[in-house]
């Protein structure tokens, strides 16, 4: 079966748990499922091969072509700037969750320990972060009544960009060092792994 | 934001060990004031006390208003007392209620002023009911070391007597108001002076006591004790609150002594406006 | 050294040496001093002191609110205590953090137990843009004590920055009239603290006085002053 | 108002008392189920509540004190409470002015340095305003603190005097303390040792004068605290009673 | 003050009534507990109660006041704040205790070592409101409790409901949760917290670790309700009429009240009756 | 005394004023034999036109920009919203998101006399109800620690009660806009009770001569009654025959919201 | 209040139950706590009344005070009938959270609520009869009622205390003469009679109604909840009712859900079903209030008994 596109408003019935999955922007009410966004309705076939033994449903879902502001969930990869440091954290504004841009910065820290997967204890926060830095990270828990706790322990999580004591953005040259191409000063970060 | 740095344990212990021997951090004598300093500006009304470090700026205005309609012949007087952090980290004016320290100067001042009606409203009254003058009291505080009260009560006499109104002739309902420079102004008719007089007491029961405490006294005192007499030996407010309790017979103490001190500084006033 | 030269910020210095091999040379700027494009000009007000041997420019201004410098001494008061160690004012922007094992011989086993309100004379051991300051009492390389941790007894007052420079300097008059005149135990923190200790309060608030006095006196004015001060006594 | 109407020929005051002589008293502890100590507190025709909470875990943890518990009085008239009526802002210099004197007079009598890093709440209601409004307020408030079961030093008990015509009268009422001839002296002392803990005075009144002034003032704190005693000493007793077994 | 007069004699210095100020003793012999405050050689009380002594130890118990703790108390209360590391635990005393996440009882029954990632679930365990049972360890440096839960009877509680008293009322003894024979457990925390709850053989839970942290009721029957919201009512009666609250004068305002409508026992008669019934028994009893 | 009633902040105005003339518009008799002055049908509502994202500033993404807002009329009632969020809330709950709503006339909006003593109480509360109102509808559980703010404005008003509903309907389309999670789209519609006859969505005229006035807030498709308010005196039955009307007439209001919200996807507000 | 967070147990026990018809302290759904009233403790105010909704001296506690003032007419006003402003205060002695600024929320949704019941024709009283010169002098009456403690159903405790206090309320009388100045124009004056004796109650104080507030919770509706019932009230209807039977005002709360419309109209039945016996608990309880006019015993009593009333 095509997936046709019908435009949803909240509230909407668009079929029964029996025959589908309820996806994104759509929820249960006992046995329906019902569109919870302004959008378009889709349908996603289940894929034969992923279901095994137990015959999958197509998945319903709603969807918005501009995808409006996110909020960080836990396991989800943010974009933040270091606000400011102290030996025992860095507390980060929260700019972009996955590919969304946030309404308003988040509020984000990033307690030493998270900062690398092995050798903690060495950790230093001031070799590590600087404010100002915009870094990749993950959320790894809805953490205290302020900020989301999130670590940099992954290779690709750290420091995208920083500039130096100069004022020049540097650029990593090994995953704990960035160097300032005019002073060619090298000051300490922990680096990004450049996605490709 | 900014907190008061509460002094230091030695400068505690040391302040009292001094005192048990009478003496004190900045080698004054036990009923010794400060270096009191007045000085009038040529404007009318504007006077600067400084008493030790602690500088005080008082400025007094005036305005024709309508009068309360339940006091219809008497003029208004108004108080205002601006306790910023311009004076002392630690004194926040950020927030919008007032600060303890501001309340309790600017009801203290007002009290002693006009509870004790140092100011003569009738005479600020140019037709009943219609017209009267409303004399505006500004308290500027520009250094803290200590002692607001006294200084802040020094100030507001000395303002109050250094200032001019202008000068009014009535004729029927018509009320004509002189140019400063057509007609001399006229002093306001202030009946009696009260200066505050400000004690602190140390030890655990207040059993020593000590005037014109500084900050760091302040700071470390048990209790403290403000009398305001007027030259006529009449006690305008008393005020001790908080602290530690102290004996009936101290009040009686203090009263002789600030007679005493009330004295002198009525004079440095004096010879202040004189000059 | 030459009479002396005041400059204010943006004045620029001029570093050319009486000496020629001049390019060759490394200049060195102290506090005050910096170097903006090309030319060396002052960053803050005060009084311009060079060393032509060493090619240090520095410029001596009397601050009122103390920016930390690694290895500076100060003197502190103990204003919290956090798991990680003490919060200590010592009139920085912000407090300093001293750690609960950075006095000598400390462990987790014993360590000193300071509390709020207690006085210690440390040294800076960090102090960047971006953090807190950090203070020791101890040297962190030796491991030895070197005079720092908790005063106790005597008095502490607080003076201008640069009374405290002039005094930490070993033949600073004031100190040395002082000394001669009567015995006494000082501590002088670059953060504008003094602390002093006598046997008797009376010498101690005279020796405070003194030192608060010295301030705009030159070397020889502070010995008459002392000389008046201890024949008062 | 002029002193002849404040004081008959026959030396009755406007409300019929004697000089020396205090206004009825009535009070009552644990009026309030939620609070942990609280009372009612009647002078003549002053109506007091008092509320008190703690100590506790403080509101706002930054302000706690490490070495004591912190007293926080908030105080509040009744838009009711006078004759004409009148809501007053929170900010009212004059409301906050009495809620700092209580707490001072207060942070003098608690044994903080028992309760560290805790917080004592105190809220005053004045229902019924008749002149003493600070008196009534410290007197209610000692009341319901004892009945928190809070360490005090000693009770605080507080009262009012004046002087009219070169007599010393005792407990001012609103008619009395708003006639400005009137000086007006408000004493809090601790009883067992008669020592002062709060002393303020408004208007003018001749050095000379000021002790016989106070000395009427501490022995109307002397009854109060009689007062008081008995009130607290009957509930107590009767508590007593339900416990034992 | 009279009361001073008769107090000078050192006699009978035990049980007798004193007020904020009033003199205990002036014999140098006794040293000061709680409740009171020495000055020179007189000792004072520095609260409304009755005076305890115990040989030369003399204290005041106030007969109304905050929960103030002490170890090996058993102890109800309910969690304010997750913070890293430890919960803030409302205890109805002068400030909140703190149950670190060391010594809670980990899902997976035998002790085992706490790792990150448990930091980051703690609300898996104890979330805001949460009411938990627990026993005062020791105190920590600023005279906070800190508490602990570890032991099997210890930990969330489910089942029933939540009462209020005068921690005054619940005296310390050796047992603090009881079942009760109309078949309902109680919890008597010394800080006037108490639970009522259908009863669950502790078995149950042992078999199953993961029930120490389940938010999930058991069934309850219609008559288990009624029985609850009974014991509920008669605690709360004896406590508003300020009879000590064990779970004898508990089973004796049961049976008392089994004559009544559950919502009657609240109505003023009726409590005041059932509150002098249960006193005489617990007299006869002693 | 004088001390506290000095104003810190403002030049304090002449003791005397005089107020200024309203040109009344020669009173126009709301009821006149049974029909109303507008010529509708006693259960007609007036005219609705909506718009959805009028303060959206191209390109959509801005930080400062609402993540949703509406513009709404129904007759001379002229409401905008605009929706902020999700984002950092000041209470955060970690199992919920919470909805603050905001809500105030322009201050030319309003034609009636306010009781100077509630000067802006009344605002505060309609917030509040719009809050009630609006808060079941939103799923606030899949915003954990985030919170969602509404800002509602009155450009003019006509009517209380119609105010109040049109403002709700207003939110919807905007949280709509915004991609909120929803669980249905509230409508909400107000009626009258003049001579014991209910009248429709009265207009400010109609309401000041009504012994009582209601509206309701309704959500469809769960059948759900948002928000129920009722201000005056009725006999019993009249209230219930009252909440039916009106959920008729919310049905209605309801059809236009969406077919609305409908058509604006199809072509992309340009 | 909102402050007060359950364990999702203690929730589930307490929806179960409801639903089951258990309340936690054994009452029916439809069970009011026991009420206490008293009037007349504030002699300086025209009418004064105490009221405390909850068990043995638990519960929600308000008092309020109503005082009568003469205003004179400005343009706008309305030209002959008085007025009626409410004011309602939650002291922080009922939650801390109260402290400061912490109340104006709730401050305002309760005074609007009880303006909304009391505050104008609907409340039965006679505003026309508080003019005392058309167009020139009213009376304006100020009902300001304290919230001392709250354990629940605050709305129907403030109501009822109000209608105690209204009830309760006598305004001095005032002779109207018409004088003719010397311009010889008449106009009216008045003046209000001082005399205690020479009072009159308010013209139609019987017509005020009394409000009773159903909270949902689960599929049930429970009246009067406690604390506890508040914590996990989905929404909550508060229905004014006069002792004619009428319905005064409705008004919804609560953020989690809304009603279906049969519920609904079910809650607006049961209101006037249960508003029979509530007129007559609240006429024995008034009736026994102003018997003892609040006024306290000689003898200082003590906290000892918590029974006492107030």
């Known amino acids: 079966m095509s997936s046709e596109s019908v435009i949803v408003t909240p509230g909407r019935r668009l079929g029964l748990t029996q025959e589908y999955e309820s996806g994104p922007g759509t929820y249960v009410r006992n046995g329906m499922i019902y569109s919870s966004i302004l959008g378009t309705k889709k349908i996603e076939q289940a894929l034969a091969e992923t279901s095994d033994d137990s015959i999958k449903r197509p998945m319903l879902f709603v969807e918005r072509q501009n995808t409006k502001f996110a909020i960080p969930v836990i396991g989800s990869e943010i974009l933040g700037r270091v606000v400011r440091i102290n030996p025992r954290a860095a507390s980060v504004a929260i700019m972009m969750v996955d590919s969304a841009p946030c309404q308003e910065d988040f509020q984000g820290i990033v307690r030493v320990q998270d900062i690398r997967a092995t050798e903690k204890d060495l950790v230093q926060m001031i070799n590590s972060f600087r404010p100002g830095d915009i870094i990749r990270a993950e959320v790894i828990s809805l953490g205290d009544q302020r900020s989301y706790f999130l670590a940099t322990t992954k290779n690709e999580h750290g420091v995208v960009f920083a500039q130096s004591e100069a004022g020049n953005s540097m650029i990593p040259i090994s995953w704990e060092e960035m160097q300032d191409p005019k002073t060619q000063t090298i000051e300490k970060r922990k680096c990004a792994k450049p996605v490709t | 934001m900014v907190v008061e740095i509460e002094p230091s344990n030695i400068e505690r212990e040391f302040l009292l060990e001094a005192l048990e021997k009478g003496i004190r951090v900045d080698g004054r004598g036990i009923y010794d004031y400060r270096t009191l300093k007045i000085t009038c500006s040529p404007t009318y009304g504007l006077v600067e006390v400084q008493l030790g470090q602690t500088r005080v700026l008082a400025r007094v205005t005036c305005e024709v208003t309508r009068p309360f309609p339940d006091r219809p012949t008497e003029g208004l007087v108004q108080f205002n007392a601006d306790l910023s952090n311009l004076a002392a980290p630690g004194l926040d004016s950020s927030s919008g209620k007032p600060s303890v320290q501001e309340v309790a100067v600017s009801r203290m001042i007002e009290r002693v002023i006009r509870q004790s009606r140092a100011i003569d409203t009738e005479a600020l009254c140019i037709l009943a009911g219609e017209k009267v003058w409303s004399v505006r009291l500004d308290l500027h505080f520009l250094d803290h070391s200590g002692n607001l009260i006294d200084a802040a009560s020094i100030a507001s006499i000395a303002a109050l007597r250094h200032f001019r109104r202008p000068d009014v002739t009535i004729d029927g309902e018509e009320a004509i108001i002189h140019d400063v420079n057509e007609r001399n102004p006229v002093p306001l008719s202030i009946h009696h002076t009260p200066i505050c007089v400000t004690f602190g007491f140390f030890g655990s029961n207040g059993d020593l006591m000590l005037v014109d405490p500084n900050l760091l006294e302040e700071q470390v005192q048990v209790s403290s004790f403000t009398i305001t007499l007027n030259s006529h030996r009449e006690i305008c407010a008393l005020s001790k609150a908080g602290g530690v309790p102290l004996a009936p017979s101290l009040i009686q103490r203090c009263t002789q002594i600030a007679l005493t001190k009330v004295d002198d500084i009525n004079d440095k006033i004096q010879e202040a406006l004189m000059a | 050294m030459a009479e002396t030269k005041v400059v204010l910020p943006g004045d620029i210095i001029d570093t050319s040496l009486d000496s020629d091999e001049e390019e060759s040379s490394v200049l060195r700027l102290g506090p005050g001093v910096a170097q903006i494009d090309e030319q060396v000009s002052a960053v803050a007000a005060g009084v311009l002191h060079s060393d032509n041997e060493k090619k240090q420019w520095w410029v001596v201004s009397n601050k009122r609110r103390y920016v930390p410098a690694e290895g500076e001494p100060v003197v502190g008061v103990v204003v919290a205590r956090h798991g990680e160690g003490y919060r200590v004012d010592i009139g920085s922007a912000q407090g300093a953090l001293l750690p609960l094992l950075a006095f000598e011989g400390a462990t987790k086993r014993n360590k000193p137990n300071l509390a709020v309100g207690t006085v210690v004379y440390a040294r800076v051991a960090v102090a960047n843009s971006v953090m807190d300051p950090e203070i020791e009492c101890y040297n962190s390389h030796t491991g030895k004590s070197e005079g720092y941790g908790e005063l106790a007894g005597g008095f502490m007052f607080k003076c201008s920055l640069g009374l405290a420079r002039r005094l930490i300097d070993s033949k600073a008059p004031v100190l040395n009239a002082l000394g001669s005149g009567i015995p006494f135990e000082v501590a002088v923190g670059l953060n504008g603290r003094v602390w002093i200790n006598t046997e008797a309060p009376a010498t101690t608030v005279l020796i405070a006085n003194a030192i608060k006095n010295s301030e705009f006196l030159d070397a020889k004015q502070c010995r008459q002053m002392v000389k008046e001060l201890l024949e008062k006594q | 108002m002029s002193r002849q109407e404040l004081i008959s020929p026959e030396g009755l005051r406007v409300d019929g008392r004697r000089a020396n002589e205090l206004r009825r008293i009535s009070c009552r502890a644990s009026v309030l189920n939620s609070a942990d100590g609280s009372a009612y507190y009647e002078q003549g025709n002053t109506k007091v509540l008092v509320a008190v909470y703690g100590p506790r875990e403080p509101r706002n943890r930054s302000l706690a004190q490490q070495d004591h518990a912190t007293i926080n009085v908030e105080f509040n008239i009744a838009p009711f409470s006078t004759s004409e009526r009148r809501k007053r802002s929170k900010g009212d210099k004059r409301l906050l002015e009495i809620s700092s004197f209580v707490k001072q007079t207060f942070e003098g009598a608690i044994q903080t340095a028992i309760y560290p890093r805790s917080q004592i709440d105190i809220y005053i209601h004045l229902l019924q305003h008749d002149g003493g409004t600070l008196e009534t307020c410290i007197n209610a408030a000692t009341l319901a603190l004892v009945d928190a079961g809070i360490s005090m030093m000693d009770y605080v008990c507080a009262c009012t005097a004046g002087f009219i015509d070169e007599t010393p009268i005792l407990d001012l009422n609103f008619v009395e303390e708003s006639s400005i001839e009137v000086p007006n002296l408000t004493v809090a002392i601790m009883p067992r040792n008669g020592n002062i803990a709060l002393l303020q005075m408004e208007s003018k009144l001749h050095s000379s004068k000021l002790e016989d002034v106070m000395e009427l003032a501490v022995e109307g704190c002397k009854h109060i605290h009689r007062k008081l005693d008995q009130a607290v000493l009957v509930a107590a007793k009767d508590l007593a009673d339900k416990l034992s077994n | ?286 | 005394m004088s001390a506290n009633i000095f104003d810190r902040r403002r030049v304090n105005g002449p003791p005397r004023s005089v107020e200024p003339l309203y040109t009344d518009e020669g009173d126009v008799k709301p009821f006149t034999n049974g029909g109303r002055a507008d010529g509708r049908s006693l259960d007609q509502l007036r005219p609705i036109f909506i718009k959805t994202g009028p303060l959206a500033v191209q390109p959509t993404f801005s930080p400062t920009a609402p993540s949703g807002s509406a513009y709404y009329e129904q007759g001379k009632i002229r409401i905008s919203c605009a929706v902020y969020g999700p984002r950092q809330g000041r209470k955060s709950n970690p199992r919920m998101g919470s909805f603050d709503c905001d809500f105030q006339y322009a201050p030319f909006s309003c034609s009636w006399k306010r009781r100077p003593h509630i000067k802006g109480a009344d605002e505060k509360e309609i917030a509040l109800i719009l809050e009630q109102a609006m808060a079941p509808a939103i799923r606030l559980e899949a915003y954990p620690k985030a919170c969602i703010d509404a800002f509602v404005t009155v450009i003019e008003s006509d009517g209380k009660f119609a105010t109040i509903s049109a403002a709700i309907n207003c939110i919807s389309a905007a949280l709509a806009d915004a991609g909120i999670e929803l669980y249905d789209i509230v409508a909400a519609c107000s009626m009258s009770l003049n001579a014991s006859q209910w009248v429709s969505d009265c207009n400010q005229a109609e309401e000041d001569v009504s012994q009582c006035s209601l509206f309701v807030s309704r959500m469809p498709s769960a059948d759900e009654i948002t928000y129920l308010l009722q201000q005056g005196k009725t006999m019993p039955d009249q209230t219930d025959r009252a909440v039916q009307t009106c959920s008729n007439s919310c049905a209605r209001v309801y059809a236009v919201l969406s077919r609305y919200l409908q058509a604006s996807m199809e072509q992309p507000a340009s | 209040m909102a402050s007060l967070i359950l364990s999702p147990a203690e929730q589930d026990f307490i929806i179960r139950g409801v639903e089951k018809g258990f309340r936690g302290d054994g009452r029916g759904s439809l069970d009011r706590r026991e009420v206490t009233l008293r009037t007349g403790m504030i002699s300086q105010a025209n009418g004064s009344a105490r009221c405390r909704i909850g068990s043995l001296g638990v519960g929600t506690d308000i008092l309020v005070g109503v005082k009568a003032e003469v205003n004179t007419w400005a343009a706008g006003e309305p030209e002959e009938c008085g007025t009626i402003v409410c004011n309602v205060e939650c002291s922080p002695s009922a939650a801390q959270e109260f402290e400061g600024r912490g109340a104006d929320e709730i401050n305002v949704e309760l005074t609007q609520l009880l303006d909304r019941i009391v505050g104008g024709e609907q409340s039965g009283l006679d505003l026309r009869k508080l003019c005392i010169i058309p167009r020139q002098a009213y009376w304006v009456l100020h009902i300001d009622a304290l919230v001392l403690d709250v354990k629940g159903g605050v709305a129907d405790a403030l109501v009822w205390a109000t209608r105690a206090a209204l009830l309760a309320t006598k305004l001095p009388r005032v002779v109207v003469e018409s004088v003719t100045d010397d311009s010889g124009v008449a106009r009216a004056e008045f003046d209000v009679v001082d005399d205690a004796e020479d009072q009159m109650g308010l013209e139609g104080a019987r017509d005020l109604p009394l409000a009773a507030t159903f909270n949902q919770i689960g599929r049930r509706y429970v009246v009067d909840a406690s604390e506890q019932e508040e914590a996990v009230t989905q929404a909550k209807l508060t229905v004014a009712v006069s002792p004619k039977m009428e319905i005064c005002a409705i008004q919804k709360g609560g953020m989690l859900k809304g009603f279906a419309p049969s519920l609904l109209s079910e809650i607006t039945q049961t209101a006037l079903r249960i508003a029979k016996e509530e007129f007559a608990r609240f006429d024995a309880l008034f009736a026994e209030a102003s018997k003892h006019n609040g006024e306290l015993d000689e003898e200082p009593s003590t906290g000892s008994t918590f029974l006492e009333p107030f």
């Not at chain 5, 609300?123 to 440096?141: C, H, I, K, N, P």
């Not at chain 5, 019934?277 to 006869?284: A, F, G, S, W």
Request: glycine share 6%; charged share 25%; net charge neutral.
């Open chain 5, 1 to 286: 003050m009279d009361v001073d007069m008769e107090s000078q004699d050192t006699r009978d210095i035990a049980s007798r009534i004193v007020t904020p100020g009033s003199v205990i003793t002036n014999d140098t012999a006794f040293m000061r507990g709680h409740g009171t405050f020495a000055e020179r050689t007189t000792i004072y009380s520095s609260v409304a109660g009755a005076v305890e002594r115990i040989n030369k130890l003399v204290s005041v118990r106030p007969l109304k006041q905050r929960y103030s703790g002490e170890i090996g108390d058993i102890i109800v209360g309910r969690i304010t704040e997750v913070a890293s590391k430890r919960w803030r635990v409302d205890v109805n005393s002068r400030q909140d205790g703190i149950l670190l996440l060391s010594s809670i009882n980990l899902p997976g029954g035998i002790q085992r070592r706490k790792s990150e990632s448990d930091e980051l679930q703690m609300r898996t365990f104890f979330a805001e409101g949460d009411l938990v049972f627990a026993e005062v360890q020791s105190y920590f440096a600023d005279g906070a409790l800190s508490l602990h839960t570890r032991s099997l009877q210890y930990g969330k509680l489910r089942n029933g409901t939540f009462v209020t008293v005068f921690p005054q009322l619940v005296p310390r003894s050796r047992s603090h949760f009881h079942t009760l024979p109309c078949g309902v457990d109680i919890v008597l925390g010394v800080n006037g917290y108490i639970w009522v709850s259908k009863h669950v053989p502790a078995s149950k839970v042992e078999e199953n670790s993961e029930l120490i942290y389940s938010d999930k009721n058991e069934f309850i029957s219609d008559d288990e309700r009624e029985t609850i919201a009974r014991i509920a009512n008669c605690i709360h009666l004896l406590n508003r009429l300020y009879v000590k609250i064990t779970d004898t004068s508990i089973i004796f305002a049961y049976e008392a009240s089994l004559t009544h409508a559950v919502k009657d026992l609240l109505t003023r008669e009726i409590a005041i009756d059932l509150a002098h019934n249960v006193k005489t028994r617990l007299e006869q009893q002693s």
